[in-house]
T-cell receptor, first 111, second 113 residues
Framework: DADVTQTPRNRITKTGKRIMLECSQT?????MYWYRQDPGLGLQLIYYSFDVKDINKGEISDGYSVSRQAQAKFSLSLESAIPNQTALYFC??????????FGPGTRLTVL | RKEVEQDPGPFNVPEGATVAFNCTYSNSASQSFFWYRQDCRKEPKLLMSVYSSGNEDGRFTAQLNRASQYISLLIRDSKLSDSATYLCVVNMAPRNQGGKLIFGQGTELSVKP
């Protein structure tokens, strides 16, 4: 079984809808991250969390919110989706080292 | 200037070729450096860390030049299975501050028979 899982894997939605992307991990890591990837661009950090009580904004947090429900779960919400949020979204985890382990990604399309 | 900048691709090479990827970073205080590999539509995976002394893993050699703020990845005897996008990644924060990784835009490699 995969150590980092994301649901859904693909989602098509309409402008203005609320969307939640979920991430779960079995690696026992405290640190979790949400990134988005657009064609031709590097991954951009949206939010990150060092433990259940810690949430931090990344480079591009506007239009997004997160919830760290447990050590193993970190959800990303788009309160009112817009077309330029169409992207590939990755969740990642790490321990106290630098290496990050990524989930398989969620492909989101906002029409 | 982008914080992490890579060679624009794609690189199209025949099997057995040697190929080199270059990357520059803007923040001289950067702490650690990596190359990740990303296959089409899949998640990035760590290929190797990059150390000041240079390091090698089989056909892959990574080098770091802190003075020039430059990182490289050399792939020798390239295989069809090496076809992927290679991401240069720099950690801008100390480890105890959580590893703020900055990703380059990636360089695509296509190895042809």
């Amino acid at each position: 079984d995969a150590d980092v899982t994301q649901t859904p894997r693909n989602r098509i939605t309409k402008t203005g809808k609320r969307i939640m992307l979920e991430c779960s991990q079995t690696k026992g890591h405290d640190r979790m991250y949400w990134y988005r990837q657009d064609p031709g661009l590097g991954l951009q950090l949206i939010y990150y969390s060092f433990d259940v009580k810690d949430i931090n904004k990344g480079e591009i947090s506007d239009g997004y919110s997160v919830s760290r429900q447990a050590q193993a779960k970190f959800s990303l919400s788009l309160e009112s989706a817009i077309p330029n949020q169409t992207a590939l979204y990755f969740c990642a985890t790490s321990d106290y080292g630098d290496t990050q382990y990524f989930g398989p990604g969620t492909r989101l399309t906002v029409l | 200037r982008k914080e992490v900048e890579q060679d624009p691709g794609p690189f199209n090479v025949p099997e057995g070729a040697t190929v080199a990827f270059n990357c520059t970073y803007s923040n001289s205080a950067s702490q650690s450096f990596f190359w990740y590999r990303q296959d089409c539509r899949k998640e990035p995976k760590l290929l190797m860390s990059v150390y000041s002394s240079g390091n090698e893993d089989g056909r892959f050699t990574a080098q770091l030049n802190r003075a020039s703020q430059y990182i490289s990845l050399l792939i020798r005897d390239s295989k069809l299975s090496d076809s992927a996008t290679y991401l240069c990644v720099v950690n801008m924060a100390p480890r105890n501050q959580g590893g703020k990784l900055i990703f380059g835009q990636g360089t695509e490699l296509s190895v042809k028979p």
